[in-house]
């Protein structure tokens, strides 16, 4: 999504739904592909990665989803809890280059 | 396992005042080391990378710079503050290759 000012897209879902999370990404040479989740007051945390020979990947509750042809990158979380309640970055990164460019970010807001 | 540290935390200091935030990163040799900077409900900005000791690349030109006197330590510092400087100053180190970032806690600088 696109962030607006200071004002971050937000997804709001109910405890225990599931949460897509999408990403474009703007580099067509960009290989390797990141997820974090960012707490209030804290730094980005290390999610799940996927390099581009793979479409799909799964981690525990979480899947990432890559689609080169549109290059659109996506973060599924399953049954989603209310500790998962943050910011959700994605990254991207060439091969060879030491530069990793992160989206705007997405907030989650997980309701009870 | 590896671990990153930065500190301070929280830092208040005056218009023209200087700045030193350092950053150490233990459990791994060479790392590539980054400083970034983020704006209240803004993504990610780079601001300097090192892939070895005394390296450092700048992305933005501004009155900040970066030092890496040791392998597994970062410093990000300025001779004179501006208002413009405040943020969240993250620091993060990466094996290399098509490998994740990890971050510090970050350190929230306010400029009076």
């Known amino acids: 999504g696109e962030s607006v000012g200071l004002h971050l897209p937000t997804l709001s879902v109910q405890e225990g739904d599931n949460s897509i999370i999408n990403c474009a990404y703007s580099n067509s040479a960009s290989d390797y592909f990141i997820w974090y989740k960012q707490e209030s007051g804290k730094g980005p945390q290390f999610i799940i990665d996927?390099?581009?020979?793979?479409d799909k990947r799964q981690g525990q509750r979480v899947t990432v989803l890559l689609n080169k042809t549109v290059k659109h990158l996506s973060l599924q979380i399953a049954a989603t809890q209310p500790g998962d309640s943050a910011v959700y970055f994605c990254?991207?990164?060439?091969?060879?280059?030491?530069?990793?460019?992160f989206g705007t970010g997405t907030r989650l807001k997980v309701l009870a | 396992s590896q671990t990153i540290h930065q500190w301070p935390a929280t830092l208040v200091q005056p218009v023209g005042s200087p700045l030193s935030l350092e950053c150490t990163v233990e459990g791994t040799s060479n790392p590539n080391l980054y400083w970034y900077r983020q704006a209240a409900g803004r993504g990610l900005q780079l601001l300097f990378y090192?892939?070895?000791?005394?390296?450092i690349s700048s992305e933005v030109p501004q009155n900040l710079s970066a030092s890496r006197p040791q392998d597994r330590q970062f410093i990000l510092s300025s001779k004179k503050l501006l208002l413009s400087d405040s943020g969240f100053y993250l620091c993060a180190w990466s094996e290399g290759g098509d490998q994740p970032q990890h971050f510090g806690d970050g350190t929230r600088l306010s400029i009076l």
């Open positions: 990254a991207e990164k060439t091969s060879g280059t030491y530069k990793y460019i």
């Open positions: 090192s892939v070895g000791i005394g390296q």
């Open positions: 996927i390099r581009s020979n793979m």
